[in-house]
């Protein structure tokens, strides 16, 4: 089995670090070893994966991760084998607060958003923010306000009903950006999708709690 994962906003592949090995990792614009090259769009993010993965796939997609396997999902049903969508949601607040960041993120750095970021990726009782603030620091400003519009303009609800692959809905419990209600709303709309919650994990439950999240995903693909 061919396994993707597509991380977080602000993100790189070390994201991923406490979750099984997979055989790709596929990073945004500015993130990574990402270039930044054109417009920015969740269409053309999920177009981007479809055609740097060869054959079927299982695909795990964490918040703008996430939406872009809506799309995956919904774009070819036949390539995706089994979807797991955690904390995310079918919209991500108003179109202005996005174009809002973009334009800090431009003018003053990431440096300007971090210290609110980091507090809603992780709960006040995690000890290991520093490492996961210096990845968020290292990703490339103009990649990222790029990443900033396409969820500005995204609405995700259309494509859930055309998605065919079984689904996982994961939340974290205390995740102030996709709570749980976020994850009812997926798994209403995609056909036999199951919804688990994660107790003690804000947005990043992947890195917050990895047993939790490692065993549902081991259960599940």
């Known amino acids: 089995m061919t396994l993707v994962y597509s991380g977080s906003l602000g993100s790189t592949a070390a994201m991923w670090e406490p979750q099984p090995p997979a055989d790709h990792v596929f990073e ?3 993130h990574g070893a990402a270039a930044v090259a054109g417009a920015v769009t969740i269409d053309s993010l999920a177009r981007d994966i479809l055609d740097s993965v060869d054959g079927p796939f299982s695909y795990v997609g964490l918040s703008i991760g996430g939406a872009i396997g809506m799309r995956v999902a919904a774009l070819a049903p036949e390539r995706v084998e089994r979807l797991v969508l955690a904390c995310t949601s ?3 607040g108003e179109a202005a607060q996005w174009h809002d960041r973009a334009a800090t993120v431009r003018a003053d750095g990431l440096e300007a958003i971090v210290d609110a970021i980091m507090g ?4 006040p009782g995690y000890g290991d923010v520093a490492r996961w603030r210096e990845m968020f620091l290292s990703v490339d400003r103009e990649g990222y306000a790029r990443c900033c519009e396409a969820l500005a303009g995204w609405d995700g609800s259309g494509d859930l009903r055309r ?3 079984p689904t996982l809905v994961i939340a974290g419990a205390e995740d102030p950006t996709s709570p749980p209600s976020a994850a009812e709303e ?8 199951r919804v688990a ?8 439950a992947n890195v917050e709690a990895p047993t939790a999240f490692n065993q549902l995903l081991e259960e599940f693909l």
């Open 197 to 204: 919650v994660i107790d003690g994990a804000a947005h990043l």
């Open 186 to 193: 997926i798994a209403a709309l995609v056909p036999g999708a």
């Open 90 to 92: 079918t919209r991500f």
């Open 28 to 30: 945004l614009p500015g």
């Open 163 to 165: 998605i065919e692959a």
């Open 120 to 123: 809603r990726w992780f709960t």
